[in-house]
């Protein structure tokens, strides 16, 4: 496993932007496969963006999401990051950061991750 810890998250007007990042440990960074959620008060955590460390780090974004944000990864650095343009009072909730290196079932859940971080705050005002 690994050790995730997130920044970047705070309070954006509608329209607005934030980049989250997330410092991981360990030496083999980049095998792993790296996801974004979010939690909104009382709603379950939602899938938001993955990239995978296969396949030439291919990425995938939840419907709500795409074209408004992208998830990159520098793996001489340890970081993955999360741009998130064009925010909307809907993109409120807690986002985390989470790691697998070995994903058996669909990247989209978050029950197949097995490192998280401990999240940070996004809101946005309306």
């Known amino acids: 496993q690994v050790q995730l810890v997130e920044s970047g998250g705070g309070l954006v007007q509608a329209g607005g932007s934030l980049r989250l990042s997330c410092a991981a440990s360990?030496?083999?960074?980049?095998?792993?496969?790296m996801g974004w959620f979010c939690e909104a008060p009382g709603k379950e955590r939602e899938f938001v963006a993955a990239?995978?460390?296969?396949?030439?780090?291919?990425?995938y974004y939840a419907d709500s999401v795409k074209g408004r944000f992208t998830i990159s990864r520098d793996n001489a650095k340890n970081m993955v990051y999360l741009q998130m343009n064009s925010l909307k009072p809907e993109d409120t909730a807690v986002y985390y950061c989470?790691?697998?290196?070995?994903?058996?079932?669909?990247?989209?859940?978050?029950?197949?991750?097995?490192?998280w971080g401990q999240g940070t705050q996004v809101t946005v005002s309306s």
């Open positions: 360990g030496r083999t960074f980049s095998r792993y496969n």
């Open positions: 990239i995978t460390w296969s396949g030439g780090d291919s990425t």
């Open positions: 989470a790691a697998a290196q070995y994903i058996t079932g669909s990247i989209y859940y978050p029950k197949n991750y097995d490192s």
